[in-house]
């Protein structure tokens, strides 16, 4: 590790946190930020109480830079394992949910951070304790406010994916808005201007489908998940295509009534052209060999 005058760059950095005026505090995150950009160094961070220190800029500074900075770092350090671990059990959780409901108005930058910490937070299972803080609602709040930055959405839609492939999260997000949570990511899913936000809400949707109890809306809505994956699968994106895909894999698996209405469909004729033919995406034809399966 790197020393100043025989001292720890990362203990005296964090000291500057609980010590320094406003601007030595942002820097000193924004420090922190940039060491925590490996296992050993993020673990070390909070080993040396970094969480602790990052805290109270977070939850009380009403500094924006300061917040913007804090956020950032933590993005960072929940990178790793063990440290999301920590930071769900020192409670940052709520202060996420705030920061999603108001930290976008003053900066998006802090937005984005706390719905990418989520992310992080949520592929390492800690699913369920985001959901409990309130935090798949916020997210799925910010998603569909009017006028948003397609780079705040596109890290809200994001973790929202990866919550998603959660029973309860997906229960949270079917009763959200009244229940009108999917029609309005299958709207997002056909047009949004962002490939990634896009790409995203069919990740939502894919894991949505493996309900059955969301087939209803999924086919009744405009555009219809039928529409949706037409659009996925003839898409010059290899991606798009790979996820629409994947989730017509999981919308396959419903009920009779699901399965006919995806064998009247073009997106239909659209899988059977994938199983049929030669191609250089093994992991796309693998998927479609499973749909005409399960479509017999």
Request: one cysteine or more.
């Amino acid at each position: 590790m790197t020393q100043i005058g025989g001292g720890d760059v990362v203990q005296y950095l964090i000291c500057l946190l609980s010590t320094g005026a406003d601007k030595v505090k942002c820097q000193s995150c924004l420090a922190l930020r940039n060491l925590a950009s490996d296992g050993p160094t993020q673990l070390r961070i909070v080993d040396a109480g970094g969480l602790r220190a990052i805290h109270p800029l977070l939850a009380d500074s009403s500094d924006v830079e300061c917040r913007t900075a804090a956020i950032a770092a933590l993005r960072n350090l929940s990178i790793h394992k063990d440290n999301a671990v920590s930071i769900v059990r020192e409670n940052f959780l709520p202060d996420f949910r705030r920061l999603l409901g108001d930290g976008g108005t003053a900066n998006p930058e802090i937005e984005c951070h706390a719905a990418g910490t989520l992310r992080n937070l949520a592929t390492e299972d800690f699913k369920e304790a985001v959901l409990k803080s309130g935090c798949v609602e916020a997210l799925a709040r910010v998603l569909f406010a009017k006028n948003q930055l397609s780079e705040i959405q596109s890290e809200v839609s994001a973790a929202l994916a990866v919550l998603a492939a959660s029973v309860s999260c997906q229960a949270a997000l079917i009763e959200f808005n009244d229940g009108n949570f999917i029609p309005v990511v299958m709207e997002i899913a056909a047009s949004h201007v962002s490939d990634d936000v896009r790409y995203n809400c069919m990740g939502i949707v894919g894991h949505l489908a493996l309900n059955v109890d969301t087939h209803d809306v999924l086919l009744s809505c405009k555009p219809s998940v039928l529409d949706v994956l037409e659009l996925f699968l003839e898409s010059s994106e290899v991606a798009h295509v790979h996820i629409g895909m994947w989730a017509g894999c999981h919308l396959s698996e419903g009920d009779a009534d699901m399965r006919e209405r995806m064998k009247q469909s073009r997106a239909f004729e659209m899988i059977a052209k994938w199983n049929s033919t030669t191609n250089d995406l093994p992991d796309v034809k693998q998927l479609a060999e499973t749909i005409m399966k399960n479509l017999k």
